[in-house]
Nanobody, 124 residues
Framework: QVQLVESGGGSIQAGGSLNLSCVASGWSYSTYCMAWFRQAPGKSREGVGVSDSDGSTWYADSVKGRFTISKDIAKNTLHLQLNSLKPEDTGMYYC??????????????????WGQGTQVTVSS
């Protein structure tokens, strides 16, 4: 049973930083692709960044240079460091994983495994 559990969200002022975590269980996550998505109120879920099994990462243009994905293999944890936060970064942040999909060009529907999400609220 594949499980993903996110944590680390919160309320913060613009310009601040947060570190989100996604703990994976049920499989050796280092061999699969993982990603972060987010969904703002009233908007569709969008990709934030992807990390493949080799640790290579890709980011949406809107977060490049501000967000960083990293893996702690020993703890089976995927992190998302959010810096220079803006009000438009507000939303529910989700961790996703898949055995074959590994690109932000694949929409949320292509990813098979999801966490429950963690809320990030950025005030101006």
């Amino acid at each position: 049973q594949v499980q993903l559990v996110e944590s680390g969200g919160g309320s913060i002022q613009a310009g601040g930083s947060l570190n989100l975590s996604c703990v994976a269980s049920g499989w050796s996550y280092s061999t699969y692709c993982m990603a972060w998505f987010r969904q703002a109120p009233g908007k569709s879920r969008e990709g934030v960044g992807v990390s493949d099994s080799d640790g290579s990462t890709w980011y949406a243009d809107s977060v490049k240079g501000r967000f960083t994905i990293s893996k702690d293999i020993a703890k089976n944890t995927l992190h998302l460091q959010l810096n220079s936060l803006k009000p438009e970064d507000t939303g529910m942040y989700y961790c996703a994983a898949d055995f074959t999909v590994c690109s932000l060009t694949h929409g949320p529907g292509a990813w098979n495994f999801w966490g429950q999400g963690t809320q990030v609220t950025v005030s101006s």
